[in-house]
């Protein structure tokens, strides 16, 4: 059953250990199928050892269907995202180091936009919640109470949510969120006062807009939407 998203979830799963967003087995994925079915990760597997038998498919109130591993921890915050957000089919959690560590400044409760690939994949600035426990559902209830209209959330001192129409969405938002914080930690190291330079959110809306004219089959990005110095 769902042989095609199951590989997806592995696949995925392997990039964000390439792109160094989990280590070893942390970090969890799951895709809402049309028909309803959540497809996650099981808890503690290496994804590079994972199998499309190891992926579990389960209802929207987390009896199993198919899948004999037990499912991740995380399960009852991810199905709570997919309960009150009905348009959102991917979400994924990681233990990005670089995006974590933005959430220990003091007096920060959002990560502004500084990159335009920040802009482009996570459709704005992203929040940064209170705390909550792996495996408890207050990450999933922090997502939804703090998301907005952004793709990404910072769990302090925990990890990051992406989230999205789709897991290819979820998975963006996750690399350039933590491209961005790298980026972002190195200009702060470099600016002890804090004053950075900044973009504005006209800049920010602008490169939210220029995204969704990225890549095949859309149309050219329209002259008037990028060209602001004229």
């Known amino acids: 059953m769902f042989s ?23 970090g969890n994925l799951a895709i809402r199928m ?9 808890t503690g597997l290496m994804y590079d050892q994972m199998v499309e038998d190891d992926v579990i498919v389960m209802d929207l109130d987390g009896n199993i269907i198919e ?22 089919n991917g979400v994924i959690h990681t233990h990005q180091p670089y995006a974590t560590a933005i959430s220990l400044i003091p007096g920060m409760d959002e990560f502004r936009v500084c990159f ?4 482009n994949t996570c459709c704005g600035n992203v929040p940064i919640t209170p705390y909550s426990s792996a495996g408890s559902v207050d990450m ?6 703090n998301v907005g209209t952004a793709r990404a959330v910072i769990l302090s001192h925990h990890g990051v949510m992406t989230i999205g129409p789709g897991l290819k969405d979820a998975l963006y938002a996750a690399v350039y969120l933590e491209e961005t914080a790298k980026g972002y930690l190195a ?15 006209e800049q920010i809306d602008t490169m939210v807009e220029v995204f969704k004219y990225y890549g095949q089959g859309t149309p050219v990005i329209p002259t008037e939407l990028v060209d602001k110095k004229k």
Do not use: W
Request: charged letters at 25%; one cysteine or more; hydrophobic letters at 35%.
């Open 140 to 145: 999933g209830v922090d997502v939804v109470n």
């Open 34 to 42: 049309p028909t309803g079915e959540i497809l996650i990760t099981p």
């Open 187 to 201: 200009a702060r190291a470099c600016c002890p006062d804090g004053n950075m330079k900044q973009m504005t959110d």
């Open 116 to 119: 335009t690939g920040m802009a």
């Open 67 to 88: 899948g004999d591993r037990k499912p991740s921890s995380d399960t009852p915050s991810i199905l709570y995202i997919f309960k009150h957000m009905p348009n959102i």
């Open 4 to 26: 095609e998203q199951k590989k997806q979830i592995i696949e995925y799963g392997i990039l964000l250990d390439r792109y160094e967003l989990v280590s070893l087995t942390c």
